[in-house]
Nanobody, 123 residues
Framework: VQLQASGGGLVQAGGSLRLSCRGS????????MGWFRQAPGKEREFVAA????????NYASSVKGRFTISRDNAKNSGNLQMNSLKPEDTAVYYC?????????????????WGQGTLVTVSS
């Protein structure tokens, strides 16, 4: 599975961005999809995950109620809608897939990773 993330950019605090992740290969629709982020000088952290069917999702407490994860298996793609952005959301965001898992939150559960897309939130 190859993944390509896009949609990052510069936004003011309180604004919104929509990240997209496009996958190739048949494994995508059988895999949970997750988003992680890594801020400068910090470890990569879990943001959100969605099951292969889209029926189950999981969010980090820091983004719950502000971010929404979704997917479209017919298009081998997924999105992360980010609203009410805060400066502390500034990071490189990565999408990843975990074959045959539900909604894992650990980075080690994910087998395939896309390149990151930078999100910068100004105050």
């Amino acid at each position: 599975v190859q993944l390509q993330a896009s949609g990052g950019g510069l936004v003011q605090a309180g604004g919104s961005l929509r990240l997209s992740c496009r996958g190739s290969g048949r494994m995508f629709s059988s895999s949970a999809m997750g988003w992680f982020r890594q801020a400068p000088g910090k470890e990569r952290e879990f943001v959100a995950a969605i099951s292969w069917s889209g029926k189950n999702s999981n969010y980090a407490s820091s983004v719950k109620g502000r971010f929404t994860i979704s997917r479209d298996n017919a298009k081998n793609s997924g999105n992360l809608q980010m609203n009410s952005l805060k400066p502390e959301d500034t990071a490189v965001y990565y999408c990843a897939v975990a074959p045959y898992k539900l909604v894992p939150i650990g980075a080690s559960d994910y087998d395939y990773w896309g390149q990151g897309t930078l999100v910068t939130v100004s105050s």
